[in-house]
């Protein structure tokens, strides 16, 4: 029976949709092991009813960053005798942290970006390339355990209806010099309706705005549809809205039921984000854009002269 | 304080990517240019000697083909010197190789205050690397660093969160990544370019740093299969005549979202 560990994450008091979802998967591929950086009790019960059968818990890291102090509660649960073949790491901050930590204590490659998993003769994983367009597989060699960080949405998460898990301690070993980040502050960036990966409807605007006043059309038509804005990497980088609004390969994946991409031309680090709604409509000035190569509906034309209009028409119907 | 900056040379975003039809890895074979990602890095090591009023920003690379092109980039910005580790062997490697030989060059540096990478390279974003390295060097980390000061013998750092940011406070020596944006990437000026030329780009090869097996032998992972994913099918593209909105009406209606 192939041992899986998932590195599991907790927000606001319940694992994480992405933690659900490789728990799902995990169990389709054999016994599984949630593996906790903090104090599980809250969470321990909904990772079991998610298919873990056994839970590792670090209790509070007392402000160490998740990499140093969960990899090496890992390292020393591994070494303890209790060795997985595979561990999946969710594609975010905390998961690409934790397990590059841990490739290197445990000398064992990685492999991120992927979008599914395979156990047979031996351990595949598939990512994505150039867009979306090309998928390659690739087989682990060497010896277990393997590493392998997924991008959210990969699979659909679904309750097995599991039992409460055994909770077992993993606590964080002495760090040394590596263990010397602390942190001091935690801040979050208020938003106001539906979360952006959550969204029934996101509207994403990107440099053909021309100018940061202009995302306000964004907002303003995200809010007409009870959808949520959201952002290209672009002017994100540019300021002109926070890190939370990016969609992208280095910001939230969406799958939103129609996506409204404003003034986005479609780069390969934007596409990967969002190629997997279900309806697109992309509103660009230059018809060769690439995100006219995926759009269900494109207006060739200026999201200034096109946006205006579509929000005063949609404030007419009330 | 000295500063040493991981730089990476990569194809041209701009050209289209293609695959090596017999190892199936990602070409890099043609002109390399700097990463912009590690843009960001270089000027937030040249801005932080310079505050520091001392001390030098040095650079470490890893090709397969002895490029150089991106790393006078870097130079020309400010930066003083550079390793280059360059060996056909390396052709293929892992992230986890890749971080071993630039522990090795920043080591045949004779270390630094600080170390700096981009959160993710723009052609593999494995995005890894700087965790990697900072483990294999045996230094404390702080990645996705949206503001860093230093402060004595310690960093202050926003720390770019999925919810925010976290501050964190963090000892020297030690290693941090930066994401896009955390400062504006000076161009290098016309003394910057010819000033560049003349720096010094140390290559050495993996044997040199005593690395083996590097590249394909060791990465531990093997490409098994290349395939098409499924394309979407073509939509409906308009040239906008005035009344593009009312076809974007009628596309939400016809879902039943309006």
């Known amino acids: 029976m192939t041992n899986v560990w998932v590195f599991a994450q907790e927000a606001a008091g319940a694992p994480t949709t992405g933690t659900l979802e490789l728990l799902t998967k995990a169990r389709s591929l054999g016994t599984v092991t949630a593996f906790v950086g903090g104090d599980?009790?809250?969470?321990?019960?909904?990772?079991?009813?998610?298919?873990?059968?056994k839970v590792y818990a670090t209790g509070d890291l007392g402000g160490k960053l998740p990499g140093v102090a969960v990899s090496a509660a890992m390292k020393a649960v591994i070494d303890g005798g209790d060795s997985p073949d595979v561990i999946l790491f969710p594609q975010n901050y905390e998961g690409r942290d934790v397990m590059s930590r841990l490739s290197v204590k445990l000398d064992r490659t990685v492999l991120t970006n992927n979008v599914d998993i395979s156990v047979g003769d031996g351990v595949s994983v598939t990512t994505p390339i150039f867009g979306g367009n090309t998928l390659v597989t690739t087989k682990f060699s060497g010896s277990a355990p393997h590493l392998a960080a997924f991008r959210p949405?990969?699979?659909?998460?679904?309750?097995?209806?599991?039992?409460?898990?055994?909770?077992?301690?993993?606590?964080?070993?002495?760090l040394g010099a590596t263990g010397g980040a602390t942190v001091t502050a935690v801040h979050v960036e208020a938003s106001s309706g539906p979360k952006l990966d959550e969204a029934a409807i996101v509207v994403s605007g990107g440099r053909g705005l021309g100018e940061a006043d202009k995302y306000a059309m964004v907002e303003e038509l995200a809010k007409l549809l009870k959808g949520a804005p959201g952002a290209s990497r672009a002017i994100v980088d540019a300021?002109?809205?926070?890190?939370?609004?990016?969609?992208?390969?280095?910001?939230?994946?969406?799958?939103?039921?129609?996506?409204?991409?404003?003034?986005?031309?479609?780069?390969?680090?934007?596409?990967?984000?969002?190629?997997?709604?279900?309806?697109?409509?992309?509103?660009?000035?230059?018809?060769?854009?690439?995100?006219?190569?995926?759009?269900?509906?494109?207006?060739?034309?200026?999201?200034?002269?096109?946006?205006?209009k579509l929000i005063e028409a949609l404030q007419a119907r009330g | 304080m000295n500063v040493i900056v991981c730089v990476k040379q990569i194809p041209d975003p701009a050209?289209?990517?293609?695959?090596?039809?017999?190892?199936?890895?990602?070409?890099?074979?043609?002109?390399?240019?700097?990463?912009?990602?590690?843009?960001?890095?270089?000027?937030?090591?040249?801005?932080?000697?310079?505050?520091?009023?001392?001390?030098?920003?040095?650079?470490?690379?890893?090709?397969?083909?002895?490029?150089?092109?991106?790393m006078?980039?870097?130079?020309?910005?400010?930066?003083?010197?550079?390793?280059?580790?360059?060996?056909?062997?390396?052709?293929?490697?892992?992230?986890?190789?890749?971080?071993?030989?630039?522990?090795?060059?920043?080591?045949?540096?004779?270390?630094?205050?600080?170390?700096?990478?981009?959160?993710?390279?723009?052609?593999?974003?494995?995005?890894?690397?700087?965790?990697?390295l900072a483990e294999v060097l045996g230094l404390p980390s702080v990645t996705f660093a949206k503001k860093v000061v230093v402060d004595g013998g310690s960093l202050k750092v926003d720390r770019q969160t999925e919810e925010g940011y976290d501050e964190v406070t963090c000892p020297l020596p030690a290693l941090i990544s930066v994401t896009a944006g955390v400062v504006e990437p000076r161009y290098p000026s016309f003394k910057g370019i010819m000033a560049a030329k003349s720096k010094p780009i140390d290559t050495v090869t993996a044997g040199d740093l005593?690395?083996?097996?590097?590249?394909?032998?060791?990465?531990g992972q093997e490409i098994v299969d290349v395939a098409q994913a499924e394309a979407r099918a073509a939509g409906e593209i308009v040239e906008d005549d005035g009344e593009g909105f009312n076809k974007i009406v009628a596309f939400l209606e016809n879902l039943k979202v309006i």
Do not use: C
């Not at chain 1, 990969?154 to 002495?174: H, M, N, Q, R, T």
């Not at chain 2, 700097?34 to 090591?45: F, R, T």
């Open chain 1, 153 to 174: 949405k990969s699979f659909a998460a679904e309750s097995a209806g599991g039992a409460a898990p055994e909770v077992v301690a993993a606590p964080v070993p002495e």
């Open chain 2, 210 to 219: 005593g690395i083996s097996p590097a590249g394909w032998a060791g990465a």
């Open chain 2, 15 to 70: 050209t289209p990517g293609a695959l090596d039809a017999g190892t199936k890895t990602l070409k890099r074979d043609g002109k390399l240019i700097l990463d912009e990602s590690d843009s960001y890095g270089v000027e937030m090591a040249l801005q932080l000697v310079d505050a520091a009023g001392g001390g030098e920003v040095s650079l470490v690379s890893m090709a397969p083909n002895g490029e150089v092109s991106g």
């Open chain 1, 40 to 53: 599980a009790s809250g969470i321990a019960a909904a990772l079991g009813e998610y298919g873990a059968s």
């Open chain 2, 72 to 132: 006078r980039t870097a130079l020309a910005m400010g930066a003083a010197k550079g390793v280059l580790v360059s060996d056909p062997a390396l052709q293929g490697s892992d992230a986890l190789t890749t971080a071993k030989v630039l522990a090795a060059a920043v080591n045949k540096l004779g270390g630094a205050d600080l170390i700096i990478a981009a959160t993710e390279s723009s052609d593999g974003y494995t995005g890894t690397v700087p965790e990697q």
């Open chain 1, 239 to 308: 300021g002109w809205v926070p890190y939370s609004y990016q969609v992208g390969q280095t910001g939230k994946v969406v799958k939103p039921g129609v996506y409204i991409a404003a003034g986005i031309s479609g780069a390969t680090q934007h596409m990967v984000g969002m190629k997997g709604s279900k309806n697109i409509i992309a509103i660009n000035k230059d018809k060769e854009a690439p995100i006219f190569g995926i759009a269900d509906l494109g207006i060739v034309g200026d999201v200034h002269k096109v946006l205006p």
